[in-house]
Protein backbone atom coordinates (compact mmCIF):
# COMPACT_ATOMS: atom_id res chain seq x y z
CA UNK A 1 0.00 0.00 0.00
CA UNK A 2 1.70 3.32 -1.04
CA UNK A 3 1.45 6.85 0.88
CA UNK A 4 -0.47 8.83 -0.51
CA UNK A 5 0.41 12.69 -1.22
CA UNK A 6 -1.66 14.20 1.76
CA UNK A 7 -0.19 11.69 4.12
CA UNK A 8 3.63 13.08 3.62
CA UNK A 9 2.18 17.11 3.20
CA UNK A 10 -0.07 17.44 5.56
CA UNK A 11 1.88 17.31 8.34
CA UNK A 12 3.96 19.99 7.01
CA UNK A 13 1.57 22.25 6.98
CA UNK A 14 1.64 23.32 10.43
CA UNK A 15 5.31 24.69 9.67
CA UNK A 16 4.01 25.88 6.85
CA UNK A 17 1.81 28.43 7.73
CA UNK A 18 3.89 29.64 9.93
CA UNK A 19 6.56 30.10 7.80
CA UNK A 20 9.14 27.58 8.94
CA UNK A 21 9.81 25.37 5.84
CA UNK A 22 12.75 25.76 4.00
CA UNK A 23 12.32 26.96 0.25
CA UNK A 24 12.47 23.45 -1.38
CA UNK A 25 9.65 22.27 1.01
CA UNK A 26 7.51 25.05 1.05
CA UNK A 27 7.21 25.06 -3.13
CA UNK A 28 6.45 21.72 -2.48
CA UNK A 29 3.94 22.11 -0.64
CA UNK A 30 2.68 24.95 -2.68
CA UNK A 31 2.32 22.47 -5.75
CA UNK A 32 0.57 20.05 -3.85
CA UNK A 33 -1.71 22.83 -2.52
CA UNK A 34 -2.43 23.76 -6.18
CA UNK A 35 -4.09 20.31 -6.57
CA UNK A 36 -5.31 19.11 -3.66
CA UNK A 37 -8.40 21.19 -2.33
CA UNK A 38 -9.01 18.72 1.20
CA UNK A 39 -5.21 20.08 2.01
CA UNK A 40 -5.81 23.56 0.65
CA UNK A 41 -8.65 23.46 3.54
CA UNK A 42 -6.23 22.52 6.20
CA UNK A 43 -4.17 25.06 5.14
CA UNK A 44 -6.65 27.75 4.71
CA UNK A 45 -8.16 26.40 8.91
CA UNK A 46 -4.49 26.91 10.19
CA UNK A 47 -3.22 30.03 8.74
CA UNK A 48 -5.83 32.22 11.12
CA UNK A 49 -4.62 30.11 14.21
CA UNK A 50 -0.87 30.96 13.15
CA UNK A 51 -2.29 34.61 12.36
CA UNK A 52 -3.12 34.68 15.92
CA UNK A 53 -0.44 33.27 17.72
CA UNK A 54 1.95 36.81 17.70
CA UNK A 55 -1.05 37.84 19.94
CA UNK A 56 -0.48 35.95 22.71
CA UNK A 57 2.50 36.32 25.58
CA UNK A 58 4.04 32.85 26.17
CA UNK A 59 5.04 33.93 29.76
CA UNK A 60 1.38 33.84 30.40
CA UNK A 61 1.07 30.70 29.93
CA UNK A 62 1.21 29.56 33.92
CA UNK A 63 -1.30 28.41 36.07
CA UNK A 64 -4.38 31.12 35.59
CA UNK A 65 -5.24 33.13 38.53
CA UNK A 66 -7.47 31.24 40.70
CA UNK A 67 -10.79 32.63 41.94
CA UNK A 68 -11.31 32.87 46.21
CA UNK A 69 -13.76 31.64 48.03
CA UNK A 70 -14.37 35.10 49.29
CA UNK A 71 -15.09 35.87 45.76
CA UNK A 72 -18.31 33.87 46.07
CA UNK A 73 -19.46 34.69 48.62
CA UNK A 74 -19.40 38.68 47.87
CA UNK A 75 -21.19 37.48 44.99
CA UNK A 76 -23.88 35.95 46.90
CA UNK A 77 -23.89 38.96 49.46
CA UNK A 78 -24.67 41.21 46.65
CA UNK A 79 -27.70 38.76 45.39
CA UNK A 80 -29.03 38.80 49.23
CA UNK A 81 -29.12 42.26 49.28
CA UNK A 82 -30.33 42.75 45.96
CA UNK A 83 -33.56 40.53 46.41
CA UNK A 84 -33.81 42.81 49.73
CA UNK A 85 -33.74 46.12 47.90
CA UNK A 86 -36.45 44.88 45.33
CA UNK A 87 -38.47 43.60 48.14
CA UNK A 88 -38.66 47.02 49.80
CA UNK A 89 -38.82 48.65 46.19
CA UNK A 90 -41.99 46.75 45.63
CA UNK A 91 -43.32 47.75 48.49
CA UNK A 92 -42.34 51.88 48.44
CA UNK A 93 -44.14 51.36 44.71
CA UNK A 94 -42.58 54.43 43.96
CA UNK A 95 -40.55 56.25 41.44
CA UNK A 96 -39.78 59.95 41.27
CA UNK A 97 -42.77 61.53 39.23
CA UNK A 98 -41.22 63.29 37.04
CA UNK A 99 -41.27 63.56 33.28
CA UNK A 100 -43.23 67.09 33.64
CA UNK A 101 -42.89 69.79 31.00
CA UNK A 102 -38.88 69.82 30.23
CA UNK A 103 -39.21 73.82 31.14
CA UNK A 104 -39.69 72.73 34.61
CA UNK A 105 -36.77 70.78 35.27
CA UNK A 106 -36.62 71.44 39.20
CA UNK A 107 -34.05 69.08 39.63
CA UNK A 108 -35.62 67.01 42.87
CA UNK A 109 -32.86 65.24 44.54
CA UNK A 110 -34.19 63.28 48.21
CA UNK A 111 -31.68 62.17 50.26
CA UNK A 112 -32.75 59.74 52.61
CA UNK A 113 -32.51 56.89 54.38
CA UNK A 114 -34.78 54.60 53.93
CA UNK A 115 -36.72 52.28 56.49
CA UNK A 116 -34.57 49.16 56.65
CA UNK A 117 -35.02 45.89 57.30
CA UNK A 118 -32.57 44.06 60.42
CA UNK A 119 -29.28 42.62 59.15
CA UNK A 120 -29.77 44.13 55.92
CA UNK A 121 -26.94 46.66 54.60
CA UNK A 122 -27.72 50.22 54.54
CA UNK A 123 -29.24 51.81 51.88
CA UNK A 124 -27.21 54.57 49.98
CA UNK A 125 -28.95 57.90 48.46
CA UNK A 126 -31.96 57.99 46.33
CA UNK A 127 -31.40 60.90 43.92
CA UNK A 128 -34.80 61.08 41.84
CA UNK A 129 -33.84 61.32 38.00
CA UNK A 130 -35.49 64.63 36.14
CA UNK A 131 -37.01 63.24 33.01
CA UNK A 132 -36.43 65.61 29.58
CA UNK A 133 -39.92 64.07 28.12
CA UNK A 134 -43.16 63.01 29.65
CA UNK A 135 -43.87 59.81 30.36
CA UNK A 136 -40.46 58.65 31.86
CA UNK A 137 -39.71 58.12 35.35
CA UNK A 138 -36.64 57.21 36.97
CA UNK A 139 -34.92 56.81 40.43
CA UNK A 140 -31.09 56.02 41.07
CA UNK A 141 -30.03 54.57 44.63
CA UNK A 142 -26.18 55.70 45.01
CA UNK A 143 -23.85 53.04 47.18
CA UNK A 144 -20.23 53.95 48.40
CA UNK A 145 -18.05 50.82 48.24
CA UNK A 146 -14.46 50.98 49.21
CA UNK A 147 -13.39 50.59 45.23
CA UNK A 148 -16.21 51.51 43.58
CA UNK A 149 -19.43 53.59 43.37
CA UNK A 150 -22.16 51.29 42.94
CA UNK A 151 -25.99 52.86 41.11
CA UNK A 152 -29.13 51.11 41.23
CA UNK A 153 -31.79 52.87 38.79
CA UNK A 154 -35.09 51.59 38.15
CA UNK A 155 -36.90 52.81 35.66
CA UNK A 156 -39.75 53.00 32.73
CA UNK A 157 -41.45 54.82 29.98
CA UNK A 158 -38.32 54.66 27.58
CA UNK A 159 -38.61 53.31 24.25
CA UNK A 160 -38.54 49.62 23.85
CA UNK A 161 -35.26 47.67 22.05
CA UNK A 162 -33.05 51.89 22.33
CA UNK A 163 -29.91 51.56 23.89
CA UNK A 164 -28.97 54.23 26.62
CA UNK A 165 -26.04 55.02 28.13
CA UNK A 166 -25.77 55.47 32.36
CA UNK A 167 -22.68 58.28 33.40
CA UNK A 168 -21.45 60.15 35.90
CA UNK A 169 -20.89 63.88 35.80
CA UNK A 170 -17.55 64.65 37.61
CA UNK A 171 -17.45 66.98 40.17
CA UNK A 172 -14.78 70.30 39.28
CA UNK A 173 -14.15 68.97 35.82
CA UNK A 174 -18.13 68.00 34.51
CA UNK A 175 -16.63 65.79 32.60
CA UNK A 176 -19.10 62.64 31.94
CA UNK A 177 -17.77 59.26 33.37
CA UNK A 178 -19.43 56.39 31.49
CA UNK A 179 -20.77 53.38 33.83
CA UNK A 180 -22.55 51.46 30.90
CA UNK A 181 -25.04 50.79 28.51
CA UNK A 182 -28.70 48.83 28.78
CA UNK A 183 -31.65 48.16 25.89
CA UNK A 184 -34.72 50.03 27.19
CA UNK A 185 -37.62 47.21 27.48
CA UNK A 186 -41.47 47.68 28.11
CA UNK A 187 -42.81 48.39 31.33
CA UNK A 188 -40.11 48.70 34.91
CA UNK A 189 -36.41 48.42 34.04
CA UNK A 190 -33.94 47.53 37.31
CA UNK A 191 -30.52 48.16 36.33
CA UNK A 192 -27.25 47.49 38.43
CA UNK A 193 -23.74 49.27 37.56
CA UNK A 194 -20.49 50.59 39.17
CA UNK A 195 -18.19 53.13 38.34
CA UNK A 196 -14.73 53.06 40.27
CA UNK A 197 -14.99 56.90 40.15
CA UNK A 198 -15.24 57.66 44.42
CA UNK A 199 -18.55 58.81 46.13
CA UNK A 200 -17.19 62.09 46.53
CA UNK A 201 -16.60 62.86 42.99
CA UNK A 202 -19.84 62.38 41.58
CA UNK A 203 -21.56 65.32 40.94
CA UNK A 204 -24.92 64.19 39.09
CA UNK A 205 -26.00 61.07 37.34
CA UNK A 206 -27.22 61.03 34.10
CA UNK A 207 -28.44 58.43 31.02
CA UNK A 208 -28.43 59.32 27.77
CA UNK A 209 -29.68 58.12 24.55
CA UNK A 210 -27.95 57.08 21.40
CA UNK A 211 -27.73 60.29 19.52
CA UNK A 212 -25.99 61.81 23.11
CA UNK A 213 -29.07 63.83 24.23
CA UNK A 214 -29.71 63.51 27.96
CA UNK A 215 -32.67 61.41 28.78
CA UNK A 216 -32.82 62.01 32.22
CA UNK A 217 -30.38 63.48 34.98
CA UNK A 218 -30.13 63.86 38.66
CA UNK A 219 -27.69 65.69 41.27
CA UNK A 220 -26.07 63.94 43.51
CA UNK A 221 -25.21 66.05 46.56
CA UNK A 222 -22.05 66.60 48.11
CA UNK A 223 -21.20 63.74 50.71
CA UNK A 224 -22.20 64.49 54.17
CA UNK A 225 -18.81 64.14 55.92
CA UNK A 226 -18.78 61.91 58.84
CA UNK B 1 -38.19 43.44 33.82
CA UNK B 2 -35.26 41.06 34.62
CA UNK B 3 -36.74 40.35 38.18
CA UNK B 4 -37.87 35.99 36.71
CA UNK B 5 -34.52 33.80 37.42
CA UNK B 6 -36.17 31.17 37.03
CA UNK B 7 -33.37 29.59 35.45
CA UNK B 8 -30.48 31.00 37.18
CA UNK B 9 -31.21 31.16 40.78
CA UNK B 10 -28.47 31.28 43.45
CA UNK B 11 -27.35 27.35 43.25
CA UNK B 12 -27.05 27.90 39.78
CA UNK B 13 -24.96 30.47 40.61
CA UNK B 14 -23.05 28.46 42.39
CA UNK B 15 -22.29 25.41 39.80
CA UNK B 16 -21.62 28.39 36.99
CA UNK B 17 -19.15 30.00 39.04
CA UNK B 18 -17.59 26.85 40.12
CA UNK B 19 -17.42 25.96 36.47
CA UNK B 20 -16.55 29.31 34.87
CA UNK B 21 -14.64 31.63 37.21
CA UNK B 22 -11.28 30.69 36.91
CA UNK B 23 -11.33 31.21 33.22
CA UNK B 24 -13.30 34.52 33.65
CA UNK B 25 -10.65 35.55 36.42
CA UNK B 26 -8.09 35.22 33.76
CA UNK B 27 -9.44 36.84 31.25
CA UNK B 28 -10.45 39.99 33.10
CA UNK B 29 -6.71 39.96 34.74
CA UNK B 30 -5.05 39.50 31.28
CA UNK B 31 -7.38 42.63 29.82
CA UNK B 32 -7.78 44.94 33.13
CA UNK B 33 -4.05 44.03 34.41
CA UNK B 34 -5.34 44.71 37.38
CA UNK B 35 -6.30 41.84 39.76
CA UNK B 36 -8.38 43.51 42.06
CA UNK B 37 -10.40 45.39 39.27
CA UNK B 38 -10.32 42.19 37.64
CA UNK B 39 -12.35 40.45 40.83
CA UNK B 40 -14.79 43.48 40.69
CA UNK B 41 -15.86 42.90 37.25
CA UNK B 42 -16.37 38.48 37.83
CA UNK B 43 -18.23 39.57 40.63
CA UNK B 44 -20.20 42.13 38.84
CA UNK B 45 -20.66 39.56 35.97
CA UNK B 46 -22.25 36.95 38.24
CA UNK B 47 -24.47 39.21 39.74
CA UNK B 48 -25.49 40.25 36.44
CA UNK B 49 -25.96 36.46 35.27
CA UNK B 50 -28.44 36.22 38.17
CA UNK B 51 -30.19 39.00 37.51
CA UNK B 52 -30.98 38.51 33.99
CA UNK B 53 -31.05 34.81 34.47
CA UNK B 54 -34.17 34.35 32.50
CA UNK B 55 -32.91 35.92 29.62
CA UNK B 56 -30.54 33.35 29.36
CA UNK B 57 -31.79 30.67 26.82
CA UNK B 58 -29.33 27.23 26.55
CA UNK B 59 -30.89 26.76 23.46
CA UNK B 60 -29.19 29.63 22.02
CA UNK B 61 -25.84 29.03 23.15
CA UNK B 62 -23.97 27.76 26.23
CA UNK B 63 -23.82 29.35 29.38
CA UNK B 64 -20.23 29.44 29.46
CA UNK B 65 -21.06 32.00 26.07
CA UNK B 66 -23.22 33.96 27.87
CA UNK B 67 -21.07 34.76 30.67
CA UNK B 68 -18.12 35.64 28.80
CA UNK B 69 -20.80 38.14 26.81
CA UNK B 70 -21.63 39.83 29.96
CA UNK B 71 -17.99 39.79 31.44
CA UNK B 72 -16.58 41.55 28.27
CA UNK B 73 -19.52 44.09 28.72
CA UNK B 74 -18.31 44.94 32.16
CA UNK B 75 -14.64 44.64 31.22
CA UNK B 76 -15.55 47.93 28.71
CA UNK B 77 -17.36 49.85 31.05
CA UNK B 78 -14.54 49.48 34.22
CA UNK B 79 -11.79 50.00 31.20
CA UNK B 80 -13.59 53.02 29.92
CA UNK B 81 -14.31 54.15 33.27
CA UNK B 82 -10.62 54.25 34.66
CA UNK B 83 -8.85 54.73 31.30
CA UNK B 84 -7.34 51.41 31.45
CA UNK B 85 -6.51 49.48 28.36
CA UNK B 86 -4.33 46.55 27.99
CA UNK B 87 -1.02 46.87 27.01
CA UNK B 88 0.48 45.30 23.68
CA UNK B 89 1.44 41.27 24.51
CA UNK B 90 4.22 41.50 21.77
CA UNK B 91 7.48 42.67 22.37
CA UNK B 92 8.20 43.32 18.83
CA UNK B 93 8.20 47.54 18.66
CA UNK B 94 6.65 46.90 15.50
CA UNK B 95 4.10 44.98 16.53
CA UNK B 96 3.96 46.91 20.33
CA UNK B 97 3.51 49.97 18.39
CA UNK B 98 0.87 48.75 15.87
CA UNK B 99 -1.42 47.39 18.64
CA UNK B 100 -0.78 50.90 20.78
CA UNK B 101 -2.24 52.83 17.69
CA UNK B 102 -5.72 51.18 17.76
CA UNK B 103 -8.90 51.96 19.59
CA UNK B 104 -9.16 51.17 23.32
CA UNK B 105 -12.25 48.82 22.31
CA UNK B 106 -10.11 47.27 19.65
CA UNK B 107 -6.95 46.87 22.21
CA UNK B 108 -9.57 45.18 24.41
CA UNK B 109 -10.87 42.87 21.76
CA UNK B 110 -7.03 42.18 21.14
CA UNK B 111 -6.81 41.26 24.39
CA UNK B 112 -9.47 39.05 24.69
CA UNK B 113 -7.92 37.23 21.05
CA UNK B 114 -4.93 37.11 23.13
CA UNK B 115 -5.93 35.66 26.33
CA UNK B 116 -8.15 32.51 24.52
CA UNK B 117 -4.84 32.21 22.43
CA UNK B 118 -3.25 32.05 25.53
CA UNK B 119 -5.77 29.91 27.15
CA UNK B 120 -5.61 27.35 24.19
CA UNK B 121 -2.19 26.85 24.52
CA UNK B 122 -2.73 26.23 28.04
CA UNK B 123 -5.15 23.74 27.21
CA UNK B 124 -3.22 22.27 23.98
CA UNK B 125 -1.28 18.65 25.38
CA UNK B 126 2.49 19.69 26.74
CA UNK B 127 4.00 17.90 23.62
CA UNK B 128 1.84 19.91 21.25
CA UNK B 129 2.43 23.26 23.40
CA UNK B 130 6.51 22.62 23.85
CA UNK B 131 6.75 22.73 20.02
CA UNK B 132 5.27 25.62 19.54
CA UNK B 133 7.26 27.39 22.35
CA UNK B 134 10.40 26.29 21.22
CA UNK B 135 9.83 26.88 17.18
CA UNK B 136 7.88 29.69 16.98
CA UNK B 137 8.36 31.54 20.17
CA UNK B 138 11.63 31.05 20.85
CA UNK B 139 12.50 30.73 17.31
CA UNK B 140 14.59 27.52 17.66
CA UNK B 141 15.55 25.85 14.71
CA UNK B 142 13.48 22.42 14.40
CA UNK B 143 16.58 20.47 14.25
CA UNK B 144 17.81 22.00 17.34
CA UNK B 145 14.12 20.95 19.22
CA UNK B 146 14.07 17.63 17.65
CA UNK B 147 17.77 16.57 19.03
CA UNK B 148 16.43 18.40 22.58
CA UNK B 149 13.17 16.06 22.38
CA UNK B 150 15.40 13.01 21.10
CA UNK B 151 12.42 12.62 18.41
CA UNK B 152 12.99 12.82 14.61
CA UNK B 153 12.63 16.78 12.96
CA UNK B 154 9.37 14.94 10.71
CA UNK B 155 7.89 14.80 14.04
CA UNK B 156 8.57 17.93 15.48
CA UNK B 157 7.00 19.56 12.32
CA UNK B 158 3.69 16.65 12.42
CA UNK B 159 3.61 17.91 16.31
CA UNK B 160 3.27 21.73 15.45
CA UNK B 161 0.60 20.78 12.89
CA UNK B 162 -1.28 18.92 15.61
CA UNK B 163 -1.04 21.74 17.85
CA UNK B 164 -2.62 24.28 15.91
CA UNK B 165 -5.01 22.08 14.59
CA UNK B 166 -6.00 21.18 18.23
CA UNK B 167 -5.38 24.92 18.81
CA UNK B 168 -8.08 25.85 16.39
CA UNK B 169 -10.46 23.18 18.37
CA UNK B 170 -9.93 24.71 21.62
CA UNK B 171 -10.60 28.75 20.47
CA UNK B 172 -13.49 27.30 18.89
CA UNK B 173 -14.87 26.00 21.89
CA UNK B 174 -14.00 29.04 23.79
CA UNK B 175 -16.07 30.93 21.25
CA UNK B 176 -13.59 32.02 18.72
CA UNK B 177 -14.91 31.99 14.92
CA UNK B 178 -12.95 33.16 12.32
CA UNK B 179 -15.69 33.35 9.67
CA UNK B 180 -17.29 36.08 11.67
CA UNK B 181 -14.06 37.80 12.08
Redesign the interface.
Known sequence: MTARPDDHVRPLLGAFVLGHLDPDQEAAVRAHLDGCAVCREEARELAPVAALLPLADPERLGAPPEPSREMLDQVLSRIEWERGSRRRARRRSVIGRVGAAAAVLALIVVVGQMALEPSEPPQGEVVALTAARPGVLGEAVIHEDPRSTWVEITTSGLSTGETYAVWFEEAGTGERSPLGTFVGVEGDLYISLYSPLPRDMVASIGVSGRDGSTVMEGRVPLPVPS | ???ARSDLD?SG??AA?SAH??????FA??SLND??????A???T???A??FGDRFDPQLGSLRGWLFAILR??VI??A???AIWPEP??D?AI?GAAERSLSPEDRLE?AL??W????G??RIGEDH?RV??E????RRP?AEVAAELGIPE?TV?????????A??LA?EEMGWD?RS?
Open positions: MGSEIRYAGEMLGVRRGLAEEVQEFVRWRHVDLRARASDQQLAQIEELRRVLTYFRYGKSRVYYALRLRLDS
